[in-house]
């Protein structure tokens, strides 16, 4: 049974930092793509972040030089480095395993953890 659990939203003032990490469970982790999604009230769900099994890495331009996505296979987690939070970075953050098809669209993601809650304050 695969599991995703991320963990280290919170409240933070604009301007902050908040590390998140997944755990995942279930999968060959060092052989998994691996993303982190955000979804805003009333919009679509969206990449952040994603990393391949070789540590390419790809980020949305709205959080290009300010997050940072990164793995630790031996311990099985991806983390995501957030820095300079703006308030636009409010949303729910998931983590995802990446299956087969573009990178971007979150149909290409077969697993999904159950979210963390990130609120930045203005």
């Known amino acids: 049974q695969v599991q995703l659990v991320e963990s280290g939203g919170g409240l933070v003032q604009a301007g902050g930092s908040l590390r998140l990490s997944c755990a995942g469970s279930?999968?060959?982790?060092?052989?998994?793509?691996m993303g982190w999604y955000r979804q805003a009230p009333g919009k679509q769900r969206e990449l952040v972040a994603f990393?391949?099994?070789?540590?390419?890495?790809l980020y949305a331009d709205s959080v290009k030089d300010r997050f940072t996505i990164f793995r630790n296979n031996a311990q099985k987690t991806v983390s995501l480095r957030m820095n300079s939070l703006k308030p636009e970075d409010t949303a729910i953050y998931y983590c995802?395993?990446?299956?087969?098809?573009?990178?971007?669209?979150?149909?290409?993601?077969?697993?999904w953890g159950q979210g963390t809650q990130v609120t930045v304050s203005s």
């Open positions: 279930g999968i060959i982790f060092s052989s998994t793509g």
């Open positions: 995802a395993t990446k299956s087969y098809g573009t990178t971007r669209n979150p149909t290409s993601y077969d697993y």
């Open positions: 990393i391949s099994v070789g540590g390419f890495t």
